[in-house]
């Protein structure tokens, strides 16, 4: 009897453990139910040692007091991480779910501040591109600018960006930047001041078969320029935009240059200033504003150069259209489609200086790095089909004591692309002619390596329209 009791003491006990796991196991899946509602009892934010929690809390789709369901949480949560992150104040952020309870739960976002103060040396090419540089300025390092930048990132914890550079070498420059992407409680209107003195002696006076000519000299200063605008944004949603932009330029050359080019400001002038009034519209709902694989971007603006308060022949409007698809497949495959306009009108001839161009920053078409491409009005339409090939963190906080760069990030992708587009030539003038009004288009495999704060270089094999191969680098992410 008394092993009978045994063994069927033994069986209780299997088949009560057995009913534990299960109510247990039940019990789980009720708490992960994608359709259980949670009431948001508070938002706990660690991490921001010097960031305002009002410049995070702005970034968030949720409120505490509120309930969603767990699925809507979840949601949220993947598109207001990016948001917060796209600040490009923080190294890592997190949200998680904590002390969940009876319908209750708090919201923990954790976050990896970046270093804000970067007293950064300038030693950069004067040319468009590393390129243009290396091939068609046969490597001439005194075309090199050197100085330094001081930029305050997150100024008084407010997301606020102070910047002074001071530059010398090939050309001189000073600049004054602070921008204030928030002036109201609500946080909708932010401003923009920047004022600026350029001079050079070295011009690029003419282009010829789509490339710049410079005039030098070593005595003397042949251009002077000084720039001021304001610009007011407007965020009327967690992904739109709206900029109002007043700015003013004036230009002085010296007598050398409207003698070599007539045209530069028009009439052998020797001075010109213009006011510029401009508006732009932009959507902006990527996954990383630095270097984007999902989501979409689109920006469409007008201007009015010169408001008629100088009588110094500058009188016309531009408007631009840039829209970017980025898509994210399986197995870290990933595509992007750019469409980008510009159109200026009156569609006349107009001095050189006020020329506009494919060949500048991500106006361009791969495969034609070395060619400046003047043209009154273009449009440009580039693809490109990637794999991340590559990318891990590295902790290297023994060599590094400062806490914001112990982890060092590597990321390497291979590509393919296609690029295509069409510009307008000025009337008049033959300087871009080889390359305006026809079809260009370019072909292409190459790297995108990405470091530290998104940092990118671009290794490109390209072959264009004109049946020319080249090997490009660049530092700057196209899209």
Known sequence: ???????????????????????????????????????????????????????????????????????????????????????????????????????????????????????FPIFRLTDRNFNDWWVNRDRDLSRVNYGLKLTQYNFRG???????????????????????????????????????????????FTTSDNIRRFASS?????????????????RSSFYSFHRTSLSHLRVDVADTISQLNPNYLGDSRTQQQYFSLGYSYTWDKRNNVNYPTKGSWYRGGISKVGLGLYDDGVDYWIARVRLTKYWEFKDNFFMVNNLSTMSTFPA????????????????????????????????????????????????ISRAMPLRQFQTFPITIYGKIYFDQGYGMGYPNYDGSAPLTDKYLYSFGTGLDLVLVNDITFRFELSKNAEDETHFFINLLSLF
């Not at 699925?71 to 992150?85: A, E, G, K, P």
């Not at 910047?163 to 609500?186: A, S």
């Open 1 to 119: 009897m008394i092993e009978g009791l045994s063994i069927s003491l033994k069986h209780s006990n299997r088949l009560t453990f057995i009913l534990l796991f299960m109510l247990s196991s039940l019990r789980c899946l009720a708490q992960t139910d994608s359709t259980e509602v949670l009431r948001i009892n508070r938002i706990i934010i660690e991490g921001n040692y010097k960031t305002k929690e009002r410049i995070i809390t702005r970034e968030l789709s949720f409120e505490k007091g509120q309930s969603y369901k767990r699925y809507q949480l979840d949601s949220m949560f993947v598109w207001d991480r990016n948001r917060i992150y796209n600040t490009n104040l923080f190294n890592e952020v997190t949200l998680t779910l904590e002390n969940i309870a009876e319908g209750q739960t708090d919201v923990k976002i954790t976050l990896d501040e970046r270093w804000y103060l970067y007293p």
């Open 158 to 204: 407010r997301n606020e960006v102070l910047r002074l550079w001071l530059q010398t070498g090939f050309e001189t420059v000073l600049n004054l930047y602070y921008q204030i992407p928030y002036i109201d409680k609500q946080q909708r209107n932010g401003l923009l001041i920047s004022s600026s003195y350029f001079e050079a002696k070295n011009v690029p």
């Open 348 to 395: 006349n001839d107009r001095s050189y200086f006020n020329y506009h161009s494919i060949g500048f920053l991500k106006e361009v078409i791969r495969g034609y790095d070395l060619r400046l491409i003047e043209a009154s009005s273009y449009v440009l339409q580039r693809n490109e089909f990637k794999h991340q090939l590559f990318g891990r963190k590295y902790d």
């Open 218 to 234: 070593r005595q003397h200063v042949l251009r002077r320029a000084y720039t001021n605008s304001v610009v007011h944004s407007y």
